[in-house]
């Protein structure tokens, strides 16, 4: 029987979300799922996203598609903006799960997490950083990963979510 690698993904939430939209398509997160597993063995895929409640729908069926959400209070600008910046709370689970993987991917296109990178990249922990959009990726996570960077604007035929048609 083959050993199988314990691969990591660890997603900076919103950004994977707004760098997608940008692009102008949805992602299939059940779809990415799959791919992650199939593409990068990934055998758990954390998803650190701020926590509102209006949004349980979403979470719930996020948990039916076999992530593992980890949620972050989200705080209110004056102008009344909502912020939940998740990046220390990605770089500590990505550690705290250090010796429990085999390699890590990143998802995100946030330059903030070039240390960390930098660091999984030097010790042959990184597998991947994943990015939604190569316009918008940061040029200090680019040099980070160097050849283990993947833009995920070609991905589209992919991993968009098709609307269903209805059998009505």
């Not at 989200?74 to 010796?99: C, F, P, Q, R």
């Not at 991917?105 to 042959?124: C, W």
Request: charged share 25%.
């Amino acid at each position: 029987m083959q050993k199988t690698a314990r691969n990591y993904t660890f997603i900076d939430g919103q950004n994977l979300h707004l760098g997608i939209q940008s692009l102008g398509w949805k992602l299939d997160y059940k779809k990415f799922r799959v791919y992650l597993k199939e593409k990068y063995a990934v055998e758990k895929a954390y998803v650190f996203i701020g926590y509102l409640s209006g949004n349980q729908p979403l979470y719930t069926f996020l948990q039916d598609a076999g992530y593992i959400l980890v949620f972050k209070p989200v705080m209110y600008s004056k102008e009344g903006d909502i912020k939940g910046n998740v990046d220390a709370d990605l770089v500590l689970y990505s550690m705290i799960e250090y010796e429990n993987y085999g390699q890590a991917i990143i998802v995100t296109s946030d330059g903030d997490f070039y240390s960390l990178v930098r660091h999984l990249y030097k010790n042959q922990k990184l597998k991947a950083v994943m990015s939604p959009y190569v316009k918008t990726c940061s040029t200090l996570l680019k040099d980070a990963a160097r050849e283990k960077i993947v833009f995920m604007d070609n991905l589209q035929q992919k991993l968009a979510y098709l609307k269903r048609k209805s059998t009505a």
